[in-house]
């Protein structure tokens, strides 16, 4: 079955701080895709990456980056020199066709100023 | 003006009551989503229809029915709500069925009493 835990429920950081947000999955497919969505306290999901599983290579974008290990199963994220608009529940959705079909409880990450 | 547009927002109705969703995307998509998200934050793919044929249909009960007019709305019938159906809904829509980036509305919290 495809599986993601994030194992932290919530992460509270002072402004400018880095911080890492943890994602391990599970599957027996060889290929699949990962995503991370962003969801704001206005409600919406918002799509931040979608990462297939052929591509390695890590990804940055701004202050975000992802760090894909297949060897460990991880898929985390980073923010750098974090900020209170960073402030929201991130979810790292399992492995999974082009769509997203589940996401899980999710990371909320607040940032003080 | 949004992108992805969701009508009501907020909807409380009694148990065995008929109500509708609406969804509206002007992003010129081919693909639209219903997802439900419960109490415990856990969000789940409904239904995906694309250029309004439906392409995704997960385990959702009868009562739950889709439609959509033309490729840019999706409406949720939903028939004989019951307590559990209480819950927020997301319609999204992505460019086409392949992209994986989705483009959420706010939600519509249904409370069933």
């Known amino acids: 079955a495809q599986k993601v835990t994030q194992a932290q429920t919530e992460i509270s950081v002072v402004e400018k701080e880095d911080v890492t947000l943890d994602c391990v999955y599970e599957?027996?497919?060889?290929?699949?895709?990962l995503f991370w969505y962003k969801q704001p306290p206005s409600g919406e999901l918002v799509f931040l990456i979608r990462?297939?599983?052929?591509?390695?290579q890590n990804e940055i974008s701004g202050r975000y980056s992802w760090n894909f290990q297949k060897s460990t199963s991880s898929f985390n994220f980073t923010i750098t020199a974090s900020q209170v608009v960073d402030s929201a529940v991130y979810f790292c959705?399992?492995?999974?066709?082009?769509?997203?079909?589940?996401f899980g409880k999710g990371t909320r990450l607040s940032v003080i100023a | 003006d949004t992108a992805v547009s969701q009508t009501p927002k907020y909807l409380v109705t009694q148990m065995g009551n008929d109500k509708s969703i609406k969804c509206e995307q002007n992003l010129g998509h081919d693909t639209m989503y219903w997802y439900k998200q419960d109490s415990k934050k856990f969000l789940k793919i409904m239904f995906s229809?694309?250029?309004?044929?439906?392409?995704i249909n997960e385990t959702v009960p009868n009562r739950f029915s889709p439609k959509s007019p033309d490729k840019a709305h999706l409406n949720l019938h939903i028939n004989s709500l019951e307590l559990g159906d209480s819950a927020v809904y997301f319609c999204?829509?992505?460019?086409?069925?392949?992209?994986?980036?989705?483009?959420f509305g706010e939600g519509s919290r249904l409370t069933v009493l």
């Open positions: 599957t027996r497919d060889t290929t699949y895709y």
């Open positions: 959705a399992p492995p999974s066709g082009n769509t997203p079909l589940v």
């Open positions: 990462r297939n599983s052929f591509d390695e």
């Open positions: 999204a829509s992505s460019q086409g069925p392949d992209t994986g980036e989705l483009f």
């Open positions: 229809y694309n250029n309004k044929e439906l392409i």
